[in-house]
């Protein structure tokens, strides 16, 4: 046989192949399982501006009314930025006082949203006892009608 292989070797799996088959297949299997995120509520109140953000509200209003021609974002947002760190302490007081008082109502909103979502949990929990307690009465009537029944046997065989 001039170039092909003796039965001996059509037999043997070639050496490299059975490697990556198996490097493969043990691969594929040490994959951990996709972890979900739980979905998002969408009642939950989102969190508040920083001041600089609250600044950036106001800061691009003035940049387009001067720039009209600018579709950028990337250039108004680093020209907010340099004009942020050129400010100082009191000319960030107005935008710092804002974001505080932003957060401070996004707290009390946050502490209102919490005891409505505890509250809720709650009412899952006592209808869930409530129909587990219905369940476990009526199962009870059962039996006990069961051992009525022999009781009244056993009297009048008496």
């Known amino acids: 046989m001039k170039g092909g292989r003796s039965k001996e070797e ?3 799996p070639e050496s490299r192949l059975a490697v990556n088959k198996r490097s493969a297949a043990a691969a594929v299997s040490k994959k951990p399982a996709k972890k979900t ?15 600089f953000f ?18 950028s974002v990337a250039v108004v947002g680093k020209a907010g930025g340099d004009k942020w760190k050129s400010m100082s302490e009191a000319d960030k007081a107005p935008y710092v006082a804002k974001a505080e008082k932003r957060k401070s109502e996004y707290e009390k909103t946050m502490l209102a949203y919490n005891n409505k979502k505890e509250a809720d949990e709650k009412e899952e ?20 009608d069961d051992e009525d029944e022999s009781g009244e046997d056993d009297d009048d065989d008496e």
């Open 10 to 12: 059509a037999k043997k």
């Open 125 to 144: 929990v006592v209808e869930e006892e409530e129909s587990d307690k219905s369940k476990s009465e009526v199962h009870d009537d059962d039996e006990d």
């Open 54 to 71: 609250v600044f950036m509200e106001d800061f691009r209003k003035t940049y387009k009314e001067k720039h009209p021609n600018n579709k």
């Open 37 to 51: 995120k739980p979905d998002k509520d969408p009642n939950k109140p989102k969190r508040p501006a920083s001041a």
